[in-house]
Nanobody, 127 residues
Framework: QVQLVESGGGWVQPGGSLRLSCAASGVNLDYYAIGWWRQAPGKEREGISCFSNNEGVTEYVDSVKGRFTISRDNAKNSVILQMNNLKPEDTAVYYC????????????????????WGQGTQVTVSS
């Protein structure tokens, strides 16, 4: 059974940093693409970054490029999203998702029908 559990969300002032973690079980991230999405109140869920270990590919949407970094923690079978220089518009519930059918591409970030999703973690950026 595949399970994804996000953690690391919280409140931070603008310009601050947070480190989100997505712990995966029941899935080998060597062969599954994994990514991060976020959903702000009243807005659609937005794919922001993904990673495919087998293809050695990472992608970011323009709104987070240069501020967010996705990486893998092999020892913990988890994926990290390091978020720096946070802005109020980054406020959202952040979800991770994984699927063996996709390769990490910007187009794949626009697809919401990834097979497995975590429960989400809230990130609030305000002063």
């Amino acid at each position: 059974q595949v399970q994804l559990v996000e953690s690391g969300g919280g409140w931070v002032q603008p310009g601050g940093s947070l480190r989100l973690s997505c712990a995966a079980s029941g899935v080998n991230l060597d062969y599954y693409a994994i990514g991060w999405w976020r959903q702000a109140p009243g807005k659609e869920r937005e794919g922001i970054s993904c990673f495919s270990n087998n293809e050695g590919v990472t992608e970011y949407v323009d709104s987070v490029k240069g501020r967010f970094t996705i990486s893998r923690d092999n020892a913990k079978n988890s994926v990290i999203l390091q978020m720096n220089n946070l802005k109020p518009e980054d406020t959202a519930v952040y979800y991770c998702a994984t699927d063996a059918r996709f390769i990490c591409t910007k187009e794949a970030l626009g697809i919401l029908k990834w097979a497995y999703w975590g429960q989400g973690t809230q990130v609030t950026v305000s002063s």
